[in-house]
């Protein structure tokens, strides 16, 4: 038999008797002194014939012992003697215990026939001192299984008052570490029906109320011993260690705060060079029919994409990717590799088809062209420029996303800022080389082919520049890009599978673009015949760019460094994890994005003229119309993108795909409505509106299907409660700041003046009262948010 493992003392019996204390001589052994472990083992202890069959053993492993006949006591006594003056002599039961122990490099939780059935001793105090118990009385004998074990019989104490006593501190010191090397084995102390040997003082320490138990095993432990008293290890000092970093309230949020602050850093600067990049573009090229049509030519390639693979890479690869992180033997670097290449091999297809067919491309975006070939000629010029991005789109975010399942994800932010100052520069090459749009008039019947050649590589050289922009951060991750074409057999085939909806999904909403780009462009011609330019489709993705700030910078921020965690939540059915964390991305993003949304209503105007106003006074105030338009459907459509994330962690494709159908079919339907109904001049003010309202009809039905899929908790109240709250705090601020904002604009005008002033004043109203008010309600959430900015300003 093999000893237990002692976790405190290290092994209980063929332990090192170097930190011991020797035995004392053989002259002062009292034979008849108290032992506490030689009481019966079997006769008192619950753990008997039911212990075994409890274990799955047929029988007790000992009871051929009673068979035996009863061994004479001077025998036993002379055994005693020899065993006091070798305490250490060679035992079957004793020696080298760990090298016999067929267990030892089990884990800790692991099960052993020896020890399973001993009671759970590691609540419960001794009855009292040894010295309370009466000798032994010669002649006395136990039954035949005590014999076995050739231990003198006790006889019962006398009754005595019950008292509670500790452990001797002499006696039941510090246990030290385990002799061996290797990992321990401690079994678990939560059920007393498993094995709960876990130190010498568990064995004899237990509750003064329960009738003293003996233990079974005590023969295990005779080097211990010494004429049955027993010998007190001295401890061994214990390994310092520096204690524990206390944990930090918040640390969970604090630090997906800190992930999200750096990327969205990342996303203002490349907001900011967007919106610096769009001056430059209305300064070069105006903001009517030639800026449509570079808009529609640079547009193709992002919605070929994202109908391709984007939606899928960054919906569908991400939780694959975290799968093979967290499964593969290498850390899913062959499996990124593979995803990699499959994308490489794809766009490049798809880029040279769409390169060669782009008029037909062009007729479906913008059917009206076709009337005009000046303008058709110029659009699918710059439509062969721009489709080739396609493929450096693609390979700059599959890059991203390895980046972001490791952890690191600031360079997918960062890295379009190099693009929009090569686009900078592009258009100001432009201005030097041929002037402003208001000096020049340049449009599509006049610009000379070089510089559309011009404009085009340099659309292109920028998209290049942000993709191998990527690759050092790679390295610097310690990811190796390799090509690898086996693509059969590694999970990917599952991953296309579901990015078989994410296809659908992508093609209903692109779809649902298409309709809004060719009602945006008919409208916008027949309102510039007229004399109202910014009311095409140049003036919806201008507005679109603009109102899409916010979501860009704090939801997609936070979203980015949560939908990893959801992926392992998901993946490891924690579904509480995966309510909580969806719950805080919706509420954290609200706090700005529901200010911002009744912002856009009330300084919509004046922000369109500053940035606009250069290149034509009008169009930049009608555009400011649309942005106003666009303004609230802010808050349903950044709870969208949050709550299609919860589907998309559980690999959830298909939900997604019918619920944008909804918004899709919403969207073409009203945008049509208003291109039949109102002006030409306003119908693309009402197609932004119809944009908002088709995402809160989606909204209401992906919140109740998501809600069914994690068991009916989606933490609605507490969401519900922080955006009310969030709204009431906004509705006040929004009405002061838009009074005072269109009067100065009616004061001062609304030149680039004018605008300024109403935007700064209007922008510090709204921020002042939204903050008082929202402190008042008592919005935690704002606290958070005000946190994280004021550590990030104080560095």
């Known amino acids: 038999m093999n000893a237990p493992y002692d976790g405190d003392r290290g092994p209980g019996t ?28 079997y006769n ?58 067929p267990y030892w490099a089990q884990g800790q939780s692991s099960q052993d026939p020896v020890t399973d059935a001993l009671h759970d001793r590691a609540a419960h105090a001794p009855q009292g001192p040894p010295a309370q118990t009466a000798p032994y009385q010669p002649g006395d004998y136990q039954d035949a299984t005590q014999q076995f074990y050739q231990q003198p019989q006790q006889a019962q104490p006398a009754q005595q008052p019950q008292q509670h006593y500790g452990p001797d501190p002499r006696i039941w010191a510090q246990s030290p570490p385990p002799g061996p090397a290797g990992p321990g084995r401690r079994p678990g102390a939560s059920d007393p029906g498993t094995a709960q040997f876990t130190g010498v003082d568990d064995l004899v320490t237990r509750a003064g109320t329960e009738p003293q138990q003996n233990d079974a095993f005590a023969h295990l432990y005779r080097d211990q011993h010494a004429g049955g008293q027993l010998q007190p290890a001295e401890p061994e000092p214990e390994p310092e260690t520096a204690p524990a970093k206390p944990a930090k309230a918040g640390s969970k949020a604090s630090g997906l705060l800190k992930s999200s602050a750096v990327m969205a850093a990342g996303t203002i600067v490349s907001r900011l060079t967007g919106f610096l990049r769009t001056l430059v573009m209305a300064a070069a090229i105006g903001v009517g029919t030639l800026n449509d049509t570079y808009q529609v030519a640079n547009t193709l390639p992002t919605m070929i994409y994202v109908l391709v693979g984007g939606g899928a890479l960054n919906a569908v690869f991400i939780p694959q990717l975290v799968r093979a992180m967290k499964n593969d033997d290498d850390g899913g670097e062959a499996y990124a590799n593979r995803l990699l290449t499959l994308v490489v091999v794809l766009l490049a297809g798809v880029t040279t088809i769409c390169v060669l067919g782009a008029p037909l ?15 058709n000629a110029v659009a699918i010029a710059f439509a062969r420029y721009c489709l080739p991005t396609m493929f450096f789109m693609g390979v700059h975010v599959v890059m991203g996303q390895i980046l972001n399942a490791r952890g690191r994800f600031g360079a997918m932010m960062w890295t379009p800022v190099l693009n929009n100052i090569i686009v900078i520069s592009t258009f100001g090459a432009f201005i030097w080389a041929y002037g402003t749009a208001g000096h020049s008039g340049v449009a599509p019947s006049n610009i000379s082919p070089e510089g559309v050649r011009l404009l085009g590589i340099g659309t292109l050289l920028g998209l290049t520049v942000q993709a191998l922009s990527m690759i050092p951060y790679l390295r610097q991750a310690g990811f190796k890009i390799r090509l690898r074409f086996d693509w059969r057999g590694h999970g990917l085939g599952k991953a296309a599978g579901l990015a078989k909806w994410t296809f659908f999904f992508v093609l209903a909403n692109q779809l649902g673009l298409i309709v809004v780009t060719e009602l945006a462009t008919w409208a916008g011609t027949l309102a510039e015949k007229q004399g109202q330019s910014g009311t095409g489709i140049a003036g919806y993705n201008n507005a679109l760019l603009l109102w899409q700030m916010p979501q860009a910078i704090i939801t997609v921020s936070i979203m980015t460094a949560v939908l990893p965690r959801i992926a392992r939540s998901a993946a490891d059915g924690d579904t509480g994890a995966v309510r909580d964390d969806i719950s805080y991305g919706l509420r954290t993003s609200a706090v700005a994005i529901v200010p911002c949304a009744f912002a856009f209503v009330a300084l919509g105007v004046p922000l369109a003229s500053l940035l606009y106003a250069a290149a034509d006074a009008d169009g930049a105030r009608n555009i400011g119309f649309i942005l106003m338009a666009f303004g609230l459907g802010l808050i349903p459509y950044s709870v969208q993108y949050v709550v299609l994330r919860g589907f998309y962690a559980y690999e959830d494709t298909r939900t997604p795909f019918y619920n944008t159908v909804i918004v899709a079919a919403v969207n073409a339907a ?105 402190k008042k309600m008592r919005i935690e959430e704002l606290n958070g948010m005000v946190g994280m900015v004021r550590g990030r300003l104080g560095r």
């Not at 061994?71 to 065993?83: C, F, N």
């Open 14 to 41: 063929g332990g090192d008797p170097a930190g011991q204390a020797p035995s004392p001589p053989p002259a002062q052994h009292n034979p008849y002194a108290q032992d506490p472990y030689t009481q019966d083992g």
């Open 361 to 375: 491309l062009i007729r479906v975006m913008s059917p009206t062209y076709v009337s005009h070939p000046d303008t």
């Open 44 to 101: 008192q202890d619950g753990y008997t014939q039911d212990a075994y069959r409890r274990d799955g053993y047929a029988q007790d492993p000992h009871a051929d012992a009673q068979q035996q006949p009863p061994t004479p006591y001077d025998q036993q006594h002379a055994q005693q003697q020899q065993q006091a003056q070798n305490p250490y002599a060679r035992d079957p039961y004793v020696q080298e215990a760990y090298q016999q122990d």
């Open 670 to 774: 009203a945008s049509g409505a208003c291109a039949l109904v109102l002006p030409h001049r306003w119908a693309v003010v009402g197609m932004a509106g119809s944009y908002g309202l088709a995402y809160a009809v989606g909204v209401g039905v992906a919140w109740r299907r998501l809600k069914k899929r994690m068991g009916g908790d989606l933490d609605g109240s507490r969401v519900v409660r922080t955006y009310a709250r969030l709204c009431m705090s906004a509705i006040p601020a929004a009405v002061v700041a838009g009074i005072a904002g269109f009067g100065l604009l009616h004061v001062i005008g609304d030149g680039a003046a004018g605008a300024f002033a109403a935007l700064l004043v209007g922008g510090v109203l709204m921020l002042a009262i939204f903050y008082v008010a929202a």
